[in-house]
């Protein structure tokens, strides 16, 4: 804080400037306005800009997000409004604000850096610039980057299966303690229900696609289906906002750090959707996020589902898996696969998650296993096989769920 504004141009033309060595996370004339905030509001240091340190990095998905470096080390995440969030006409900044600022004691949520700031024009993309030609800012999230750290989609995807286990029963664990974390009366947030789940076309992002995209042509085809359509209407009527959620508690949302051989602590990030929910919602969409590298993988992931929900019940979690809810996030799975989908590959892309929603609304399968998973210790881990072959169907009589 308190820079001078002339160091501050220095500053950004070092950072930015064609020596730098700096990718641009869209243009050229874009990136200052990040670096700039940055230092003006104190997240970095001038005088480190000026000795060329910064570097930045794109690590968008569904919402603009940039990593910011020192050195070559982690030190912040500026996060704006994506193109869905803004065609929906949701204020998910706002909202995710609000989340990490009333979750900040839970310890399961990163820091924000900076209070509400504003962002030059410069940074935006044109189609999310605001439409009053006064406005010439943007907001943009804050926060810390939490190294060492790393997704639990990635702990699945390059680690021993010892750690797999461990760090995914951590993150049932950590869902549990969100979930329980204490709600403030008339403060609290109440989630939005997941737009799956609302009669309906679908939010206004997937309306806005082109006509017989392969994203719409999915949902189409899934509400045509009756059962699909019972079972999204059962969990629309059994819905209770009655805890904390996080409401799309993904690997990629769920951050892990080793503290100790085999044990872990978790954060979640992306929380726009955070607030009063129903908990089952998150855990069908742990174990969904899971399923999911079950299918694009072709690996039996069953010990580690089972260790997701062990960990779960061990902490005391409230959440209830339902069928229902398990059908409605396989649907949303299908869809968000097919939106990413090339349109020459989308039916073979696409229709294994299909499959599995099929397979659920039938009753032919859940990887849900009735047998506790032995907890794995740092003198003599679990031995986990992780086979490369889809999950083995289970009859309707060993789902553990209701017929």
């Known amino acids: 804080m308190g820079t001078s504004s002339g160091l501050v141009e220095r500053a950004v033309n070092c950072a930015v400037g064609p020596d730098a060595g700096i990718r641009p996370f869209d243009e050229w004339d874009r990136l200052p306005g990040l670096v700039r905030q940055a230092v003006e509001a104190g997240v970095l240091n001038a005088a480190t800009a000026l000795n060329g340190g910064i570097s930045v990095h794109d690590e968008s998905r569904t919402h603009p997000v940039h990593r910011l470096d020192i050195d070559g080390t982690p030190v912040a995440y500026a996060k704006s409004r994506g193109w869905a969030a803004a065609t929906d006409g949701d204020d998910s900044l706002a909202a995710e604000r609000r989340a990490l600022t009333l979750l900040r004691r839970s310890g399961l949520v990163p820091m924000e850096l900076v209070p509400m700031e504003l962002v ?28 060492p750290c790393e997704p639990i989609y990635r702990v699945i995807s390059s680690s021993s299966p010892a750690r797999v286990i461990t760090a995914v029963r951590a993150w049932g664990q950590a869902l549990a303690r969100l979930h329980r974390s204490p709600a403030e009366p008339d403060v609290t947030p109440t989630a939005a229900l997941p737009w799956v789940l609302a009669a309906g076309d679908g939010p206004a992002h997937l309306r806005a696609m082109v006509p017989r995209s392969a994203a719409l042509t999915v949902w189409a085809m899934l ?36 503290t100790k051989p085999y044990q872990w602590r978790i954060w979640f ?75 020459a590959s989308a039916q073979q892309t696409v229709g294994p998650f299909l499959r599995r929603v099929a397979a659920l609304t039938d009753g032919q399968f859940s990887p849900i296993l009735s047998v506790p998973l032995p907890r794995p210790v740092a003198a003599k881990p679990h031995p986990v096989l992780c086979r490369p072959a889809l999950p083995v169907p289970v009859r309707a009589a060993e789902l553990g769920l209701p017929a």
């Open 120 to 147: 030059p024009m410069e940074l935006v993309p044109m189609e999310l610039a605001p439409t009053q030609p006064e406005s010439h800012y943007v907001d943009v999230l804050w926060t810390q980057a939490l190294q």
């Open 223 to 258: 509400r045509e289906d009756r059962a699909v359509r019972a079972a999204l209407q059962g969990a629309h009527e059994a819905w209770s906002a009655t805890h904390w959620t996080h409401g799309d508690a993904t690997s990629a949302n769920c951050l892990a750090r080793v």
């Open 269 to 343: 990030v992306d929380l726009e959707t955070a607030g009063l929910g129903d908990p089952g919602w998150d855990l069908a969409t742990a174990y969904e996020s899971l399923e999911f590298h079950a299918i694009s993988r072709r690996i039996d992931v069953r010990p580690v589902l089972t260790s997701l929900l062990s960990g779960y019940r061990d902490a005391g979690g409230p959440a209830r898996l339902t069928r229902n809810l398990l059908v409605a996030r396989a649907a949303l799975t299908a869809v968000q696969v097919a939106s990413s989908a090339r349109t």
